[in-house]
């Protein structure tokens, strides 16, 4: 069985992906926090003054990689300070966050497929074709 390692260009988009895995985590628990604090009818507004301050963070890791994925953080940040009801703007902030989930995760795929390095044991890896 043939062992697939990442070259360094595929490894240091996998690392930023990983670190912003971390934050998007962080991201989704004061998203659901925010959540519970309008169910509960308590004040909500620091969720999403919180959730406003993480985004950008989170576009600028992505932004040498992964542009498309820092345009949709972008898009989802600018979406959360529209002046809708709270109850749409908690919607709107969960589909973000998944539809980003989706697109790092989509991402992490794609870079394992491009960068893959095939190290079979053997030095040829294919016979003298032209």
């Known amino acids: ?22 934050l998007l985590q962080r991201i989704n628990g004061i998203v659901e926090q925010y959540a519970l604090a309008l169910k509960r009818n308590q004040p909500a507004s620091v969720y999403v003054q919180n959730v406003r301050r993480q985004l950008p963070t989170l576009a600028e890791n992505l932004r040498g ?49 491009k960068h893959a390095i095939d190290e079979t044991g053997s030095g040829a890896s294919q016979s003298g074709e032209s």
Not at 1 to 22: E, F, W
Not at 85 to 113: F, H, P
């Open 1 to 22: 069985m043939s062992q697939v390692k990442l070259d360094a260009t595929g490894l240091n988009k996998l690392k930023a992906l990983d670190d912003a895995l971390l």
């Open 65 to 113: 990689h992964f542009g498309s994925i820092s345009d949709i953080i972008i898009a989802v940040n600018l979406a959360a300070s529209r002046g809708a009801s709270e109850v749409m703007r908690l919607r709107v902030l969960r589909e973000g966050v998944a539809q980003i989930r989706q697109a790092m995760d989509i991402a992490v795929i794609q870079t394992k497929a």
